[in-house]
């Protein structure tokens, strides 16, 4: 049987042996964090000076984070505590400890600011620290809306996400790793601040350049002890326990399992048990978003990205947290957001007098829009790669004025009437002067169309279809 810290080689292995060995050493590492009965707190608890204890706000396996008032600056804080049963456990102290002085050295806006390490009349640390006022990003997904989402919801989820990529990336800058992200260590506020919470098993990684670097505290390194994550969101690496592997990738798959959850509602890794869930990280078996949730009707390029950061290789996954920030803001900015559609030469894309659904642009191939006219089809014209069709009919909400066939094997971005509607605005002020020029165009066209098919002559310029 391998040692719990040893690397064993997929290939070589039994993934469910492996994820039986690492139950138990997973078990005895998350002990001291889990969730579950903690020893209670008393109503007020004595804190450092200047501050004065206002009750608890939030609690977890090792502590509490209690509301504080500073009577020095006269401004609420909070001030997280270890829990008394952990106050003579040198390892947890320890860890608290490093959790305060790594988080103080990344001055970042989405990271919460650090004020002060202290000691409470008990000779126990506390650490002050900036108090949110918010929710966890678990939380605040419960209060929107049921999938599937309208693109402004999504919108505004994916801004928060990228927020969390830029508290990492720059994490990151400082070779610090946080190794514990999930929407519950990310914190939304009341104004739309997002600040990425709990960095009490980072790891600092040895830093090659003279750049300056988050240091840990003499002694025992943050990444020596300690457990490696949450189970259910773990990269194979930290299910597998090997800590060389431990680095900015690992981020990458948990802003990755992050994004996923957002996407489908669910962790990636699930199981009726820690042997089940470990089996399932090891191997890096994600259930795709698409037949996760079905219901949601998942955009396909942002599932691809968020898969692509779960990868179970390190190296077939993001390079870095910036490189996955850039492929979300692409979805975003519509690159990648409209799905692709390929039709059969001589299949025909839209049909005039069919109600206009939505607009195409040709990615590749070439397409001819055309009317019938007492029994003869007349050809409007040829489209190639980058040309857009059909969007008359979607703006101005009337029957499309010609058909549009395929020549070749032809792809489009299909844009429908909701998507358009949403990203140009049609409902404001706006899309009322974009619908009154695309009607004021749809008539000029039907007038020289008419002109056109009474006197035999072409129009002066190309008509559009749709």
């Not at 002109?451 to 002066?460: C, D, P, V």
Request: hydrophobic fraction near 40%; proline fraction near 9%.
């Amino acid at each position: 049987m391998r040692r719990p810290d040893a690397a064993p080689p997929l290939h070589e292995s039994d993934p469910s042996e492996l994820a039986s060995t690492l139950a138990l050493a997973h078990t005895v590492d998350t002990s001291v964090v889990a969730q579950g009965p903690a020893a209670p707190f008393a109503d007020r608890v004595p804190l450092a000076e200047p501050y004065r204890d206002q009750g608890e706000v939030a609690r977890g396996g090792m502590g509490s984070v209690r509301s504080a008032w500073d009577s020095g600056l006269e401004r609420h804080v909070a001030v997280k505590i270890v829990s008394p049963r952990l106050s003579n456990d040198p390892v947890a102290l320890q860890r608290f400890v490093e959790e305060a002085r790594i988080t103080a050295q990344l001055d970042h806006p989405n990271i919460v600011p650090v004020h002060l390490l202290a000691h409470a009349p008990d000779d126990s640390p506390c650490l002050a620290m900036k108090l949110v006022r918010g929710r966890t990003l678990s939380a605040h997904l419960a209060t929107l809306p049921a999938p599937p989402w309208p693109p402004s919801v999504l919108d505004e989820v994916l801004g928060i996400f990228l927020k969390v990529c830029d508290a990492v990336a720059f994490a990151h800058s400082k070779g610090v790793v946080h190794r514990d992200l999930k929407p519950e260590n990310i914190m939304v506020g009341t104004f739309g601040q997002v600040y990425v919470m709990d960095w009490g098993i980072a790891k600092v990684l040895p830093r090659a350049s003279d750049a300056p670097a988050a240091q840990a505290p003499p002694g025992q390194p943050a990444s020596a002890r300690g457990p490696m994550g949450t189970p259910v969101y773990m990269s194979p690496e930290q299910a597998l326990r090997y800590e060389p592997d431990i680095n900015e990738r690992t981020d990458v798959f948990l802003l990755g399992a992050v994004l996923y959850e957002v996407l489908t509602g669910r962790p990636p890794h699930q199981g009726p048990n820690l042997v089940a869930v470990l089996y399932r990280a090891i191997t890096a078996t994600v259930v795709p978003p698409s037949e996760a949730a079905p219901e949601r009707h998942v955009p396909p390029a942002i599932a691809r990205v968020a898969m692509r950061a779960m990868a179970r290789e390190q190296s077939q996954r993001y390079a870095s947290v910036t490189d996955l920030k850039r492929d979300v803001e692409r979805f975003l900015r519509g690159d990648e957001r409209a799905p692709e559609k390929t039709f059969a030469p001589g299949e025909a894309v839209i049909v005039e007098g069919e109600e206009g659904r939505a607009a195409y642009v040709i990615v590749s191939g070439r397409c001819v829009a055309y009317k019938v006219r007492d029994g003869a089809r007349v050809t409007l014209r040829e489209m190639g790669p980058g040309e857009v069709f059909g969007e008359t009919a979607v703006i101005t909400a009337r029957p499309t004025s010609a058909t549009v066939e395929a020549l070749e094997a032809l792809t489009v971005k299909v844009v429908t009437r909701e998507a358009l509607a949403e990203s140009v605005g049609l409902h404001t002020w706006m899309g009322a002067f974009v619908r009154s020029l695309a009607e004021r165009f749809r008539e000029v066209d039907d007038r020289l169309r008419a002109l056109e098919h009474a006197t035999g002559r072409a129009t002066l310029s190309p008509p559009r279809e749709g």
